[in-house]
């Protein structure tokens, strides 16, 4: 019964649970049929097919994606004239404490949407998915690093309730599975509550995650993991200062000699120096109040002699005084 033509008994038990809970493709929703992907081989666009993956043969094709010109220094997509020795454009003056930077594709329409649907509790036979799909496309990158440890970018046990799960916590235990390397969550911890990074501008982001991060262990044993290499995972790199902090504790605290960090997609974000000199390259925005007043002195001002002057919000808020009678 274990032929070619004969279905084998663990096949003949999935297409039973199957037939009475109906699996799905973990992204467009699309039911699967266990029989007739037990034939395929191929998928549409010539891509060997994975049975034991939770999409179907085109969500397949959809995210493989093949070697890509990107950054070794911080991971961004850049053209191949665009490189030099110590990085690309964007990152060639500017100094991490992360050595590489790993990514499976760019942070755009699939990918993107893959990101959303990692991050909620449904979506978690998606993450493991896209943790095999991370180590096939990019297997020989993640060998040559020969990294003694993988660990996930933590997250704070209140964001780990609300969300319900932890995508980068699934994607390290995937990858470490596929390359052999233990996984280990208890080297560094999030100890500080802070807003998500969402929800903070680029240029304050390394100001926002500045201390959040704490070895594992009050008193670290730093002859473990001195000279050794740390893989760090998670789903999404936008301006690196998350990661950049993890790196720093991991480096300086816990004495690892090499931060290789894997990310599943890489947004478009520059990465922004934290000196204040930067501060004054970057044009102010002006408020709805501000630009009245400045068109007022553009258009009115020699005629009427009116000084521009800022919108304050307190004067909004005051009452006038009322007159002194005499």
Known sequence: MSGGRFPRLRDLARCFFHFLIPERCAYCGQLRNFISEREIQWTPRGHHFHAEWSLCADCQDVFSIGPVSACRRCGSFVKQHEFSMNGCQRCCRREFWFDRVIALGKYLGNLRQ???MMKKRLGNPLTRTMGQI?????YFQLTSVQSDVVLPVPMHPFFQWMRGTNDAQLLAAEIGKRLGVP?????VRCCRLSLSQRAVKMRDRAKNVRGIFAPY???????????KRALVVDDVMTTGATINELSRILKTELGFADVTVVVIARARGNVVPETDAYQVLLPRKLNSYEKIWEERWKKYGKKTKLKPRKFNVKRRNLKKKPKSSK
């Open 114 to 116: 893959a990101i959303f």
């Open 217 to 227: 262990h009050k008193i670290p044993d730093k002859t473990r993991w001195l000279g």
């Open 183 to 187: 996984v280990n969550e208890r080297i």
């Open 134 to 138: 991370c180590c096939e496309q990019r």
